[in-house]
C-alpha cells in the first residue's frame, strides 16, 4: 500500500489508513468541519474516512 507521508493519520480503522505507519494512503483528504465555524480541533474532520 502506497504511504503519503504528507498526511499524518492515527485512524486505523480507515480503509485508507497505511497499517504499519500513521500516515494516510490517498494523495489527498478533504478536511471538513461540523460546525458553520470552527473554533477547536474537535470541530473539524477528516470527509475522506471510510470503514474498512
Ligand atoms: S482518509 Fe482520512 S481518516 Fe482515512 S486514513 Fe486518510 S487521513 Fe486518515
Redesign the pocket.
Known amino acids: 500500500m502506497k504511504v ?1 507521508k504528507s ?12 497499517k504499519n505507519e500513521s ?4 494523495d489527498h ?1 478533504n ?1 471538513v468541519k461540523h460546525t458553520n465555524r470552527a473554533t477547536n480541533p474537535e470541530a473539524t ?6 470503514t474498512e
Open positions: 503519503n498526511i499524518g493519520c492515527t485512524v486505523n480503522e480507515c480503509k485508507y489508513h497505511a500516515f494516510c494512503s490517498l483528504i478536511v474532520d477528516c470527509g475522506s474516512f471510510e
